[in-house]
Nanobody
Framework: QVQAVESGGGLVQPGGSLRLSCVAS????????MGWYRQAPGKERELVAS???????NYGDSVKGRFTLSRDNAKNTVYLQMNNLKPEDTAVYYC??????????????????WGQGTQVTVSS
């Protein structure tokens, strides 16, 4: 089993910054990708940013130029630096890890693992 644990959410004023972290742990053989998604009330979950095994980073259109995704491979951790935050960035932010793991019987498989989410609120 694999776990993804987020941290770093909170309340910030418009124009402010926050940094989110996500650590993946457990029976990880390798990680295919890690990234962040968000879901605002009444809206569908959407991509914020993700990074693949070969370091390709993909950003959602609404965050390009404001958010930066980085990764520490040794720690199975991704960071999301969010600058110039806007009220429309308010949402629950979820970390998603796509990892190859091994079952207790030795069978390896690829699966998606989601964190519990962290609230980001941008308001004056």
């Amino acid at each position: 089993q694999v776990q993804a644990v987020e941290s770093g959410g909170g309340l910030v004023q418009p124009g402010g910054s926050l940094r989110l972290s996500c650590v993946a742990s457990g029976r990880i053989i390798s990680i295919n990708s890690m990234g962040w998604y968000r879901q605002a009330p009444g809206k569908e979950r959407e991509l914020v940013a993700s990074i693949s095994r070969d370091d390709a980073i993909n950003y959602g259109d609404s965050v390009k130029g404001r958010f930066t995704l980085s990764r520490d491979n040794a720690k199975n951790t991704v960071y999301l630096q969010m600058n110039n935050l806007k009220p429309e960035d308010t949402a629950v932010y979820y970390c998603k890890t796509v990892a190859i793991t091994r079952s207790s019987t030795g069978y390896s498989y690829t699966a998606n693992y989601w964190g519990q989410g962290t609230q980001v609120t941008v308001s004056s």
